[in-house]
């Protein structure tokens, strides 16, 4: 009997943390500052949280009552699903939920707003689920207008630049690859894993705009456009380091960003960080695949077929057994994700100074929608005045975020007119070293007390 209960001392506290993982108690769950309402599963258990779920679950809380909702007006787009120029699935994907962020920065030019007016249906009958406002005069609608005017001064071959570069990488990966499994030399398995990693940051930059082949190039890291469109572009663009963005949700427990008890604590998510940095290519799809059922499959797709490419590539140019192929592909894909994820959490959002939801934010009256991505954002040093830095390294964050479908070599051109708003507004944006970047990343997990103040843009400024 000793025996059975000395078995038993050791396997309840393994149990209680299993379930404590799914289920966390009320002191590790996540409060809103800025009133947002969440779901249970968000709440409870992040770790089912899916791109698909994610999207059942707005439709509960958007008051869209089935159709599409933008501001407080409701639309029935379903007869322009195939006509919508970006794509039928931004269409399809968004039905029943809110889409005022994703019309507004979706949309540069003036049109779309006076064609949507013959698809209006009626007035919502629920305040929106979050605090953000696109008012005439405030910073982001003055913003839009201002880079509408210049864009049409801006040369399009711009486009080109990214499209060398991403081809580039993509040519780069495939002949790396083969050649490690040819001379089976990890030199060359680190090099086609680095090159993997900046093809699928550049293909980052493709999964935003209208349907095109390189966005498929997101693929070969087994990364799916179509699950990425909810969880990067409709929810972190959106709405960046909140309750409901699921760039953080879906680290969670084991990296925690927002400012709460950990239930994993800080400093052992900074020592696991390395772990789950390579482990991100597969561990996404694993999740996705597992979890698949609780969307009805909605996350499987033919065009899945893509992630074969890169290893059939190997298999068929390499000269070595299929078994030999897999393996270094699969040590290809350790690394790539390595870098990856390296790059990406890294790059912008996580820091004890840049918002995250739990903090003191600004009035949520007025509270532009522009300034919260000014709040939740920051620029590194080193990054910025370079088309491949740019592209490669979630460069020109602010500006990204702030117009995600322009392709990433035009923003440079729109810098003087962002600088001019900027200053009519007394805003900023902080620029850091990349060394501050990485080092605030590991604070911010560290991070258990919300900053009572609203963020001081001014500390560490980029303009003015």
């Known amino acids: 009997m000793n025996v059975v209960n000395g078995i038993t001392s050791l396997i309840r506290p393994a149990f209680s943390l299993v379930m404590s993982m799914i289920e966390p108690s009320g002191e590790f769950i996540p409060k809103s500052s800025l009133g947002i309402k969440v779901s249970s599963t968000r709440l ?3 770790m089912f949280l899916t791109s698909h779920v994610w999207m059942d679950e707005r439709r509960q809380t958007d008051g869209a009552e089935g159709f599409w909702r933008i ?5 029935d787009f379903t007869n322009f699903i195939n006509q919508h120029p970006g794509g039928s699935d931004w269409l399809k994907l968004t039905n029943g939920t809110d ?3 994703a019309f507004e920065t979706h949309h540069i030019s003036e049109v779309p707003e006076k064609m949507i007016e013959k698809y209006f249906v009626k007035k919502a009958t629920t305040k929106r689920n979050v605090p953000f406002t696109f008012k005439d005069d405030g910073f982001y609608r003055v913003l839009k207008m201002e880079a509408r005017k210049k864009l049409k001064d801006i040369p399009r071959s711009g486009y080109l630049i990214s499209d060398f570069y991403s081809d580039l990488l993509l040519v780069a990966t495939l002949i790396f690859s083969s050649l490690s499994v040819r001379y089976h030399s990890f030199l060359l398995i680190t090099l086609a ?3 993997l990693s900046l093809l699928t940051v550049a293909a980052h930059n493709y999964i935003h705009r209208r349907d095109n082949f390189r966005m498929y190039y997101f693929q070969f890291s087994m990364f799916q456009v179509r699950d990425w ?3 990067h572009v409709l929810s972190h663009h959106l709405y960046t380091n909140t309750i409901i963005d699921l760039e953080i949700s879906q680290t969670e427990p084991m990296l925690s960003f927002l400012p709460i008890k950990k239930f994993v604590g800080g400093y052992i998510s900074v020592l696991l960080s390395p772990v789950i940095w390579s482990i991100t290519f597969p561990g996404y799809y694993l999740r996705r695949i597992v979890l698949s059922p609780l969307c009805n499959y909605k996350s499987v797709a033919y065009t899945d077929l893509t992630y074969l490419i890169l290893p059939a590539f190997m298999a068929l140019t390499g000269g070595a057994t299929i078994t030999q192929t897999l ?6 894909m350790l690394m790539g994700s390595f870098v990856f994820t390296l790059i ?9 100074d840049v918002f995250h939801d739990g903090d003191t934010p600004r009035s949520l009256e007025t509270y532009d929608w522009g300034l919260s991505q000014l709040d939740a954002v920051m620029e590194r040093k080193e990054i910025t005045g370079s088309d491949f830095l740019v592209l490669t390294s979630f460069g020109d964050h602010c500006m990204h975020h702030l117009f995600p479908t322009l392709d990433h070599s035009l923003l440079k051109h729109l810098y003087p007119t962002f600088e001019r708003v900027l200053k009519q507004f007394n805003e900023n944006v902080r620029l850091v070293s990349q060394a501050e970047a990485f080092s605030g990343t590991f604070q911010q997990l560290m991070k258990v007390e919300p900053n009572p103040l609203p963020p001081d843009l001014h500390k560490n400024r980029m303009f003015l």
């Open 327 to 332: 393996i270094i592909w699969a040590f290809i």
């Open 229 to 231: 469109r909810i969880s």
């Open 344 to 352: 990406g959490l890294h790059a912008a959002h996580h820091h004890p």
């Open 193 to 195: 894993g680095v090159f």
């Open 44 to 46: 409870k258990r992040p």
């Open 71 to 75: 501001h407080d007006g409701l639309y």
């Open 99 to 101: 889409i005022s962020e």
